[in-house]
Every structure is written in structure tokens, then in C-alpha cells.
């Protein structure tokens, strides 16, 4: 076994052999059993690696430490601290605490299976947010507590939101610190829900946690977009929200097609790197006299109001096209509905242009929509 987790598993066998020595001469018949338990449990859990796809087996050793270990989510070096741990143990409480251990990595394991294959929504929406590093610890100790099926769903979404209202706001602020002092809460499937509502007051009424409060969320939505994997997703989500219940689901483009080839299309597209002159049909791109009234020089050309999924195909085709040809294109044969919407937001259906009146519509209801997904107060 390669890496710090066959490292460990070398140590706990070691470990095992020294600690029944200590209380016989030779290894008894109990001793042997136990170890024969510990080879097992690491042989599961090698077993699962072969399934496993998002994590490495030293991954989900670490998250498992931070969800169940003294350090929390504040652990680096869960080997280290494993064995500290092991050291200040007698002979029999160490084989014990071994035992346990060896039993809970292997469950943990075969967990993180379970989660990756899961077909629940919000299991596929905090896995589509690819920023699981912040769930694992606290999945991984809901299982290790007896966490009940019934309560992944409201785990996770609670979860996603966590992580959309982070990744939203970027690395300025830091999280970890107040998720830690309520990952204990989760002592077992009835703390769940008190977990929940403990999160969802903190978010809404406690000063340390205003970095992730609704009116943070909304200062992020309403100003440039810079974290492609967030647009992309607020956008996929808008489309979800859009398509309930109109458009019947699975839809014909998926999540992970979009953003595999990063399909993103800027309504008002970028000037042109090689200085040709932009076509027409767009608002102004620069207003010297009043910069907020340029679609560049005011801001809002990466703004949520004129960014839009497009399947690839579809991108090539348009590229930087008049505006009246990109527009006919939305509506045929599209399977998206927040492109077949931007019609719209033009004041003028005869004479169509792109410009900072219809991005501020599209943005103010793309807000409002994101306001509605990401109601925690929803969560229950």
C-alpha cells in the first residue's frame, strides 16, 4: 500500500504485535484475531480504491481524521496525529482504539463510494460545485455517527449552499474556522437537524459569520463574475429553476458537458483580440463621460446579466456575430430556456440591441432567482 495510509496500516500492525506482547509472551489467539480484523478493514478499503474516482486513499484518510479526530477540521498531517494519539494509549486501550479505528477508515471508504454514485439532487449539486474538501469532514462524521438516509438530502444542502455562498465570495475570507466550532454538533442522526438550524442562525444573525450572510451573497451576484466554475453553475441552476416545471429532465445538455468545454457566452461579446471593429447591435462598450454607462468601462460586460450557457457547437457558430443573428439563434432548436428568454429583455423587439438597460434586467432576475435557490432558510 503506497502513501501514508499503507504507512499507517504498517504502524497499527506493528503496533497491535508490540502492544499483545506487553501482555503475553507470545501472540495469543485474541491477539490474532484482532489483527486479522485490522487486515481486513484496510483490505475494504483497498479494495474500494478501485472505485473510488474523486479522492486518493490518503484524501480520504485526512478527511476522515478531521471528522472524527481532536483537531478537526484544523488537521494537516493526520498520520502524525494519529500516532501521537496511539502513543499516549496503554497496551490494551491501544489495540481497542485501533480496532475502532481500523473499522470506521474502512466504512468511511465504502461511504465516499456511496456518495460519489449517489443519484440524490443535492448530492449531484454539491459534487457539480467541485469543492467537496469543505463537505467531506462533515458527511464523513454524520456517517461515522449513524447519520440516517433520510438526512443526506438536508445535509447536503445545507452543504451546497455553504460552498456555492464560499466559492461565490472567493479565498477572502475563511470558513473553516466557524464551520469547526459546530462540527461536533453531529453526534449522532438526531443532532442532524439541530446541526441545521444552528448553521442556518449563524449564517443569518451572527456578526462572525457575515462573510457568508445574504447580503454578501448579493454584493457577489451583482458584481463582475470571476470564478468560472461558480457562473457556470449559478447559470446551470438558473437553468434548473427556469425548466421546473416547463422542460422535462434529464435535459439533452448536461452539467458536466458544459463544463467540460467551458461554455460560456457573453451576450455583449468581448472586443475583438485583433483589433477589428465590433459588430453591430451592442450597447456602447466605452462612455468617457460617464464610465457606468459603458458596458466595458462601467463593469458590466462579465456581469451575470450577460453571461449565458451555450453548448459548444452553438458557440462556434454565433462567434462575434450582429446581435439581430445571435438573437435568432437562441430561439431555434435550443434547449436551454434562459437563452430563449433574452428576447425578453430588449426594449425594442424591431430594432434589437444589446445594451445596459436589458443586461440590468437579465442580472435583476437572475439575482432573484439565485435569492430563491439559495434560500437557507428553505432548508429544514
Known amino acids: 500500500m503506497p502513501g501514508t495510509f499503507g504507512e499507517l496500516f504498517e504502524e497499527f500492525v506493528s503496533d497491535c504485535s508490540t502492544s499483545a506482547r506487553e501482555q ?22 483497498c479494495k474500494q480504491l478501485g472505485r473510488i474516482e474523486s479522492l486518493k486513499e490518503d484524501e480520504v484518510l485526512l478527511y476522515y481524521w478531521r471528522a472524527t479526530g481532536p483537531s478537526g477540521l484544523y488537521s494537516r498531517d493526520a498520520v502524525a496525529e494519529i500516532k501521537k494519539t496511539i502513543l499516549d494509549l496503554n497496551s490494551e486501550d491501544r489495540i481497542r482504539w485501533i480496532k475502532e479505528f481500523s473499522g470506521g477508515i474502512a466504512r468511511a471508504f465504502q461511504f465516499v463510494e456511496r456518495i460519489e454514485s449517489s443519484p440524490d439532487p443535492w448530492v449531484c449539486h454539491l459534487r457539480s460545485l467541485n469543492h467537496m474538501a469543505l463537505s467531506w469532514p462533515f458527511l464523513l462524521r454524520a456517517d461515522h455517527y449513524g447519520m440516517q438516509p433520510a438526512d443526506l438530502s438536508r445535509l447536503t444542502n445545507l452543504l451546497e449552499n455553504i460552498t456555492f455562498r464560499s466559492l461565490l465570495r472567493g479565498g477572502r475570507a475563511d470558513i473553516e474556522p466557524r464551520l469547526n466550532k459546530v462540527l461536533e454538533m453531529l453526534r ?28 454578501e451573497m448579493l454584493y457577489w451576484l451583482n458584481g463582475p463574475m470571476c470564478q468560472d466554475r461558480v457562473y457556470h453553475y449559478l447559470l446551470w441552476r438558473y437553468e434548473l429553476h427556469l425548466a421546473n416545471p416547463n422542460h422535462p429532465l434529464p435535459h439533452r445538455v448536461t452539467f458536466q458537458d458544459l463544463i467540460k468545454y467551458k461554455c460560456i457566452e457573453h451576450i455583449a461579446p468581448q472586443p ?67 437563452q430563449k428568454e433574452i428576447a425578453e429583455f430588449v426594449s425594442d423587439k424591431t430594432k434589437p440591441c444589446w445594451d445596459i438597460d436589458a443586461i440590468k434586467r437579465r442580472k435583476t432576475k437572475i439575482v432573484n432567482a439565485a435569492k430563491e435557490i439559495w434560500d437557507i432558510q428553505k432548508i429544514h
Not at 503475553?24 to 478499503?45: G, M, P, Q, V
Not at 442532524?192 to 448553521?199: L, W
Open 272 to 338: 475583438p483580440a485583433n483589433g477589428n471593429p465590433l459588430a453591430s447591435g451592442y450597447g456602447k462598450y466605452k462612455n468617457r463621460d460617464n464610465p457606468d454607462l459603458g458596458i466595458v468601462s462601467g463593469g458590466w460586460l462579465n456581469c451575470i446579466g450577460n453571461l449565458t450557457l451555450i453548448s459548444l457547437s452553438h458557440n462556434s457558430s454565433i462567434g462575434n456575430k450582429p446581435f439581430s443573428g445571435k438573437i435568432l439563434s437562441y430561439g431555434i432548436n435550443n434547449v436551454l430556456n434562459q
Open 188 to 215: 449522532g442522526p438526531e443532532t442532524v437537524g439541530t446541526f441545521i438550524e444552528t448553521v442556518k442562525n449563524h449564517i443569518t444573525n451572527d456578526d462572525w459569520w457575515s462573510s457568508w450572510a445574504d447580503a
Open 24 to 45: 503475553s509472551d507470545k501472540l495469543s489467539e485474541k491477539a490474532a484475531e484482532d489483527l486479522r480484523y485490522i487486515e481486513n478493514n484496510f483490505a475494504t478499503a
